[in-house]
T-cell receptor, first 113, second 114 residues
Framework: DSGVTQTPKHLITATGQRVTLRCSPRSGDLSVYWYQQSLDQGLQFLIQYYNGEERAKGNILERFSAQQFPDLHSELNLSSLELGDSALYFC?????WGVGGYTFGSGTRLTVV | DAKTTQPPSMDCAEGRAANLPCNHSTISGNEYVYWYRQIHSQGPQYIIHGLKNNETNEMASLIITEDRKSSTLILPHATLRDTAVYYCIARPSVSMNRDDKIIFGKGTRLHILP
Protein backbone atom coordinates (compact mmCIF):
# COMPACT_ATOMS: atom_id res chain seq x y z
CA ASP A 1 0.00 0.00 0.00
CA SER A 2 1.62 3.22 -1.20
CA GLY A 3 -0.57 5.48 0.90
CA VAL A 4 -2.26 7.00 -2.16
CA THR A 5 -5.77 5.60 -2.59
CA GLN A 6 -7.60 5.63 -5.87
CA THR A 7 -11.19 4.59 -6.36
CA PRO A 8 -12.69 2.85 -8.14
CA LYS A 9 -10.08 0.38 -9.37
CA HIS A 10 -12.08 -0.49 -12.44
CA LEU A 11 -14.82 1.37 -14.27
CA ILE A 12 -16.76 0.36 -17.36
CA THR A 13 -19.07 2.89 -18.92
CA ALA A 14 -20.66 3.79 -22.23
CA THR A 15 -19.70 6.48 -24.67
CA GLY A 16 -21.19 9.86 -23.88
CA GLN A 17 -21.31 9.21 -20.16
CA ARG A 18 -19.59 11.06 -17.32
CA VAL A 19 -17.47 9.52 -14.58
CA THR A 20 -15.61 10.73 -11.53
CA LEU A 21 -12.32 9.27 -10.37
CA ARG A 22 -11.24 9.86 -6.81
CA CYS A 23 -7.81 10.15 -5.24
CA SER A 24 -6.80 10.43 -1.61
CA PRO A 25 -3.19 11.56 -1.26
CA ARG A 26 -0.68 10.25 1.21
CA SER A 27 -1.14 11.77 4.64
CA GLY A 28 0.50 15.19 4.80
CA ASP A 29 1.04 15.55 1.05
CA LEU A 30 -0.28 18.78 -0.40
CA SER A 31 0.25 18.15 -4.11
CA VAL A 32 -1.84 15.86 -6.26
CA TYR A 33 -1.04 14.98 -9.86
CA TRP A 34 -3.15 13.17 -12.44
CA TYR A 35 -1.74 11.10 -15.29
CA GLN A 36 -3.35 9.19 -18.14
CA GLN A 37 -1.81 6.07 -19.66
CA SER A 38 -3.45 4.58 -22.72
CA LEU A 39 -2.68 1.03 -23.81
CA ASP A 40 1.04 0.64 -24.43
CA GLN A 41 1.50 4.39 -24.26
CA GLY A 42 3.52 6.57 -21.97
CA LEU A 43 2.38 8.45 -18.93
CA GLN A 44 0.72 11.68 -19.97
CA PHE A 45 0.56 14.44 -17.38
CA LEU A 46 -2.91 15.93 -17.06
CA ILE A 47 -3.03 18.34 -14.16
CA GLN A 48 -1.54 19.24 -10.77
CA TYR A 49 -3.17 20.68 -7.68
CA TYR A 50 -1.38 22.09 -4.69
CA ASN A 51 -3.31 22.70 -1.48
CA GLY A 52 -6.56 23.22 -3.35
CA GLU A 53 -5.22 25.36 -6.16
CA GLU A 54 -4.46 24.37 -9.73
CA ARG A 55 -0.68 24.61 -10.28
CA ALA A 56 0.10 23.07 -13.62
CA LYS A 57 -1.82 21.85 -16.60
CA GLY A 58 -0.79 19.37 -19.24
CA ASN A 59 -2.63 18.27 -22.35
CA ILE A 60 -5.89 17.82 -20.52
CA LEU A 61 -8.97 17.78 -22.71
CA GLU A 62 -11.69 20.37 -22.16
CA ARG A 63 -14.06 17.47 -21.43
CA PHE A 64 -11.92 16.65 -18.40
CA SER A 65 -11.78 18.67 -15.22
CA ALA A 66 -10.39 18.21 -11.75
CA GLN A 67 -10.47 19.73 -8.34
CA GLN A 68 -8.83 19.33 -4.95
CA PHE A 69 -10.98 19.66 -1.88
CA PRO A 70 -10.15 21.17 1.54
CA ASP A 71 -9.38 17.73 2.92
CA LEU A 72 -6.85 17.43 0.03
CA HIS A 73 -8.53 14.58 -1.79
CA SER A 74 -8.93 15.15 -5.50
CA GLU A 75 -11.44 14.18 -8.14
CA LEU A 76 -10.96 13.89 -11.88
CA ASN A 77 -14.16 14.32 -13.85
CA LEU A 78 -14.36 12.92 -17.36
CA SER A 79 -17.39 13.77 -19.44
CA SER A 80 -18.79 13.03 -22.90
CA LEU A 81 -16.63 9.94 -22.85
CA GLU A 82 -15.22 8.53 -26.06
CA LEU A 83 -13.72 5.14 -26.81
CA GLY A 84 -10.29 6.75 -26.89
CA ASP A 85 -10.60 7.80 -23.26
CA SER A 86 -10.17 4.19 -22.23
CA ALA A 87 -6.97 4.17 -20.22
CA LEU A 88 -5.34 3.81 -16.86
CA TYR A 89 -5.62 6.96 -14.80
CA PHE A 90 -3.03 7.42 -12.09
CA CYS A 91 -2.95 9.85 -9.24
CA UNK A 92 0.25 10.74 -7.41
CA UNK A 93 1.02 12.91 -4.42
CA UNK A 94 4.09 14.58 -3.06
CA UNK A 95 5.10 16.52 -0.01
CA UNK A 96 5.60 20.28 0.28
CA TRP A 97 7.94 21.72 -2.35
CA GLY A 98 8.01 18.42 -4.17
CA VAL A 99 10.85 17.25 -1.99
CA GLY A 100 11.76 13.66 -2.64
CA GLY A 101 9.73 11.60 -5.01
CA TYR A 102 6.15 11.16 -5.99
CA THR A 103 4.01 8.40 -4.56
CA PHE A 104 1.60 6.90 -7.04
CA GLY A 105 -1.66 5.14 -6.47
CA SER A 106 -2.53 1.86 -8.14
CA GLY A 107 -4.68 3.55 -10.73
CA THR A 108 -8.22 3.41 -12.08
CA ARG A 109 -8.73 1.40 -15.23
CA LEU A 110 -11.43 3.07 -17.31
CA THR A 111 -13.04 1.18 -20.16
CA VAL A 112 -15.41 3.05 -22.43
CA VAL A 113 -17.65 0.80 -24.55
CA ASP B 1 13.67 20.25 -16.79
CA ALA B 2 16.67 18.88 -18.61
CA LYS B 3 16.07 16.34 -21.34
CA THR B 4 17.19 12.78 -20.64
CA THR B 5 18.06 10.04 -23.09
CA GLN B 6 17.73 6.34 -22.31
CA PRO B 7 18.04 3.21 -24.43
CA PRO B 8 14.59 1.89 -25.33
CA SER B 9 15.22 -1.60 -24.04
CA MET B 10 17.76 -3.79 -22.27
CA ASP B 11 18.10 -7.39 -21.23
CA CYS B 12 19.74 -8.71 -18.08
CA ALA B 13 20.16 -12.22 -16.76
CA GLU B 14 18.50 -13.02 -13.47
CA GLY B 15 20.93 -12.71 -10.57
CA ARG B 16 23.26 -10.39 -12.42
CA ALA B 17 23.59 -6.67 -11.92
CA ALA B 18 21.41 -4.56 -14.19
CA ASN B 19 23.07 -1.31 -15.22
CA LEU B 20 20.69 1.21 -16.76
CA PRO B 21 22.31 4.26 -18.34
CA CYS B 22 20.87 7.73 -18.67
CA ASN B 23 22.27 10.73 -20.49
CA HIS B 24 21.41 14.20 -19.21
CA SER B 25 24.06 16.38 -20.81
CA THR B 26 22.05 19.61 -20.37
CA ILE B 27 21.37 19.15 -16.68
CA SER B 28 21.64 22.33 -14.63
CA GLY B 29 23.22 22.76 -11.25
CA ASN B 30 20.01 22.62 -9.25
CA GLU B 31 18.55 19.59 -11.01
CA TYR B 32 18.53 16.21 -9.38
CA VAL B 33 18.47 12.90 -11.20
CA TYR B 34 15.42 10.83 -10.28
CA TRP B 35 14.65 7.26 -11.19
CA TYR B 36 11.22 5.65 -11.23
CA ARG B 37 10.02 2.34 -12.54
CA GLN B 38 6.68 1.03 -13.68
CA ILE B 39 5.90 -2.64 -13.49
CA HIS B 40 3.25 -3.58 -16.01
CA SER B 41 0.00 -1.65 -15.41
CA GLN B 42 1.00 -0.71 -11.88
CA GLY B 43 1.55 2.81 -10.63
CA PRO B 44 5.09 4.06 -11.11
CA GLN B 45 7.38 3.57 -8.16
CA TYR B 46 10.04 5.96 -6.94
CA ILE B 47 13.45 4.28 -6.77
CA ILE B 48 16.16 6.77 -5.92
CA HIS B 49 17.44 10.27 -6.60
CA GLY B 50 20.71 12.13 -6.32
CA LEU B 51 22.44 15.41 -7.07
CA LYS B 52 26.13 14.70 -7.54
CA ASN B 53 27.17 12.09 -5.03
CA ASN B 54 26.54 8.44 -5.55
CA GLU B 55 23.49 7.20 -3.66
CA THR B 56 22.40 3.80 -2.46
CA ASN B 57 19.22 2.55 -0.87
CA GLU B 58 17.57 -0.80 -0.36
CA MET B 59 16.41 -0.93 -3.97
CA ALA B 60 19.31 0.34 -6.04
CA SER B 61 22.45 2.39 -6.41
CA LEU B 62 22.78 5.56 -8.44
CA ILE B 63 26.13 6.48 -9.92
CA ILE B 64 26.42 10.03 -11.29
CA THR B 65 29.45 11.03 -13.32
CA GLU B 66 31.61 13.84 -12.03
CA ASP B 67 30.46 16.20 -14.79
CA ARG B 68 26.85 15.14 -14.03
CA LYS B 69 26.11 14.62 -17.71
CA SER B 70 25.16 11.00 -17.26
CA SER B 71 24.22 8.50 -14.62
CA THR B 72 23.69 4.78 -14.15
CA LEU B 73 21.07 3.04 -12.09
CA ILE B 74 22.31 -0.26 -10.75
CA LEU B 75 20.07 -3.08 -9.58
CA PRO B 76 22.70 -5.28 -7.90
CA HIS B 77 21.01 -8.67 -8.16
CA ALA B 78 18.19 -8.48 -10.68
CA THR B 79 15.18 -10.72 -10.23
CA LEU B 80 12.26 -11.43 -12.53
CA ARG B 81 10.23 -8.95 -10.48
CA ASP B 82 12.53 -6.17 -11.65
CA THR B 83 11.14 -6.48 -15.19
CA ALA B 84 9.68 -3.02 -15.74
CA VAL B 85 10.04 0.28 -17.58
CA TYR B 86 12.62 2.47 -15.89
CA TYR B 87 12.41 6.24 -16.16
CA CYS B 88 15.27 8.68 -15.63
CA ILE B 89 14.20 12.26 -14.95
CA ALA B 90 16.17 15.42 -14.26
CA ARG B 91 14.39 18.10 -12.28
CA PRO B 92 14.83 20.42 -9.33
CA SER B 93 14.07 18.79 -6.02
CA VAL B 94 12.61 21.93 -4.59
CA SER B 95 10.22 23.90 -6.74
CA MET B 96 9.69 27.42 -5.51
CA ASN B 97 6.53 27.90 -7.54
CA ARG B 98 5.23 24.49 -6.63
CA ASP B 99 4.73 23.63 -10.31
CA ASP B 100 6.79 20.52 -9.96
CA LYS B 101 5.11 18.15 -12.35
CA ILE B 102 7.15 15.29 -13.74
CA ILE B 103 7.07 14.72 -17.46
CA PHE B 104 7.87 11.09 -18.12
CA GLY B 105 9.72 10.10 -21.26
CA LYS B 106 9.65 6.66 -22.82
CA GLY B 107 12.13 5.12 -20.40
CA THR B 108 14.03 1.86 -20.75
CA ARG B 109 12.11 -1.40 -20.88
CA LEU B 110 14.22 -3.81 -18.82
CA HIS B 111 13.71 -7.53 -19.39
CA ILE B 112 15.13 -9.85 -16.77
CA LEU B 113 15.82 -13.20 -18.37
CA PRO B 114 15.56 -16.43 -16.36
Amino acid sequence: DSGVTQTPKHLITATGQRVTLRCSPRSGDLSVYWYQQSLDQGLQFLIQYYNGEERAKGNILERFSAQQFPDLHSELNLSSLELGDSALYFCASSGPWGVGGYTFGSGTRLTVV
Amino acid sequence: DAKTTQPPSMDCAEGRAANLPCNHSTISGNEYVYWYRQIHSQGPQYIIHGLKNNETNEMASLIITEDRKSSTLILPHATLRDTAVYYCIARPSVSMNRDDKIIFGKGTRLHILP
